[in-house]
T-cell receptor
């Protein structure tokens, strides 16, 4: 049973545009929702994370929006750059940091 | 401050062999988790170690085992390797819920 559903599977955005990736979860016990960025051949790097008591968190060009009632959260990348081209994973956990990941979104930012 | 370090970075093994992967956590982190990432997929949780004990385990067979040492470093052992074990193996260290990953070990089973 996939507990975190991520969409879209792939995304092409023009330079300067907004990239939006969505995730939905089922387990209401989840209380921590991070986003990771992964480049080919590298490990995932923590980008930004949010907890359910906050509806939005912004760090630089990256923003997480969180909708607790809908059990959904999304990543917005403003002013997308070619260097943002990577695979993005949403994740969720509760308790001892055992992360459940979405299947990933391959983002390509065209110059 | 060194982040999470894993060794080796790449490894080629033959079916039926055994392999040991190593992980040094980020300074101050007491918890180490291991994940398997197949090509084009998200990481899948294998197990987690805390205070030298396996605290949680994912849906992986007993061929996958691990260990955590008093300095919090950890090993992942896989016995009787199968072709399907070919993947990127990721170690993550954490203190609380925030987890940081190493660069991974690319295991190829031939």
């Amino acid at each position: 049973q996939q507990q975190v559903k991520q969409s879209p599977q792939s995304l092409i955005v023009q330079k300067g545009g907004i990239s939006i990736i969505n995730c939905a979860y089922e387990n209401t016990a989840f209380d921590y929702f991070p986003w990771y960025q992964q480049f080919p051949g590298k490990g995932p790097a923590l980008l930004i994370a949010i907890r359910p008591d906050v509806s939005e968190k912004k760090e630089g060009r990256f923003t997480i929006s969180f909708n607790k009632s809908a059990k959904q959260f999304s990543l917005h990348i403003m002013d997308s750059q070619p260097g943002d081209s990577a695979t993005y994973f949403c994740a969720a956990n509760s308790g001892y940091s055992t992360l459940t990941f979405g299947k990933g979104t391959m983002l390509l930012v065209s110059p | 401050d060194a982040g999470v370090t894993q060794s080796p970075t790449h490894l080629i093994k033959t079916r039926g062999q055994q392999v040991t992967l190593r992980c040094s956590p980020k300074s101050g982190h007491d918890t180490v988790s291991w994940y398997q990432q197949a090509l084009g997929q998200g990481p899948q949780f294998i197990f987690q170690y805390y205070e030298e004990e396996e605290r949680q385990r994912g849906n992986f067979p007993d061929r996958f085992s691990g260990h955590q040492f008093p300095n919090y470093s950890s090993e992942l052992n896989v016995n009787a390797l199968l072709l399907g074990d070919s993947a990127l193996y990721l170690c993550a260290s954490s203190l609380g819920q925030e987890a940081f990953f190493g660069q991974g070990t690319r295991l190829t089973v031939v």
